[in-house]
C-alpha cells in the first residue's frame, strides 16, 4: 500500500476506541488466558516497559511495518521477534519517552522523527513478569537504520500487506516457558513465527487499521 495513502488512513485511527483484551485472546493459547484471568497483575508488581510499532515507506513508497530479532541470550525473550523498546530507567519522564529512548538505541530512530499516532494497550508477560506499554508510530522520512549489535540480530521488515494477510496467521505447536508443545496462534512473516506477547499487540494493530483501510 502506498504510503501517503496509508498514512492519510492511518490518523483515523485516533478517535477509535481500543479493541483492547479482545485483540489479544485471538493471538493468545487458551491457557495464557486462563492464567491471567485467575491472577492479579498489580500483586505481581509488574517491572514496566516501552515498544514502539513503527510504520515507514522503503525507497518504493511501500508500506513497511519494523520487526526487531532479539540476540540469543540466556533469558526468556532470547532469539524472539518482537518491536524495538525495553524497560523503564530513572531518567525517563513516562512511558513513552522509555519507548521513543529505547527505539532510538535500538535501530537508530531519532525520537523527534517519529510521530506517535496512538498509545495500544498493555500486555503482561507472565514468564519475565513485565507490564508492556505499546504504541504505533509513523516514521514519514526514514533514514538509515543503525542496529544496536548488543541486542539486535536482525531488522524484520514487514510489508503491510502481509501483515493484513489473513493467510499469514496461523497456528505452530511450540514450546513455551508455561507449557510444552502446544498449539500457539501466531503470525507467519518474513519466513519467521511471531507469537505470544509481541503477536497479542499486532493483533489489536491490526483490528484498528482493518476499520480504516
Known amino acids: 500500500m502506498d504510503f501517503k495513502e496509508f498514512y492519510q488512513q492511518a490518523l483515523k485511527i485516533k478517535d477509535l476506541p481500543l479493541p483492547g483484551t479482545d485483540s489479544h485472546h485471538k493471538m493468545s493459547p487458551l491457557m495464557r488466558i486462563q492464567w491471567l484471568k485467575s491472577n492479579e497483575i498489580a500483586k505481581k508488581n509488574p517491572k514496566r ?3 514502539m510499532a ?3 515507506p522503503d525507497v518504493n513508497q511501500n508500506t513497511k511495518l519494523l520487526l526487531i530479532l532479539r540476540k540469543t541470550y540466556q533469558g526468556v525473550h532470547s532469539n524472539q521477534i518482537g518491536f524495538p523498546g525495553g524497560k523503564v530507567e530513572e531518567k525517563d519522564e513516562n512511558i513513552l519517552e522509555t519507548a521513543l529512548r529505547e527505539t532510538h538505541e535500538e535501530v537508530g530512530v531519532t525520537p523527534e522523527s517519529v510521530e506517535v499516532l496512538k498509545e495500544l494497550s498493555e500486555v503482561y508477560i507472565p514468564p519475565s513478569n513485565f507490564l508492556v506499554q505499546p504504541f504505533m508510530g509513523i516514521y514519514s522520512n526514514p533514514g538509515r537504520f543503525v542496529i544496536q549489535e548488543s541486542e539486535v540480530e536482525a531488522l524484520v521488515e514487514v510489508y503491510l ?8 496467521h496461523i497456528e505452530e505447536n511450540l514450546s513455551t516457558s508455561y507449557a510444552k508443545n502446544i498449539n500457539v496462534p501466531a503470525y507467519k512473516l518474513n519466513g519467521y ?6 503477536a497479542m499487540m499486532m ?3 491490526k483490528e484498528l487499521l482493518e476499520q480504516v483501510l
Not at 502481509?162 to 493467510?167: A, G, I, P, Q
Not at 513465527?193 to 509481541?198: C, L, S
Open 161 to 168: 500487506r502481509d501483515f493484513l494477510d489473513n493467510s499469514n
Open 49 to 51: 516497559a516501552g515498544v
Open 54 to 56: 513503527l510504520f515507514y
Open 193 to 198: 513465527t511471531v507469537w505470544g506477547a509481541t
Open 203 to 205: 493483533s489489536e494493530i
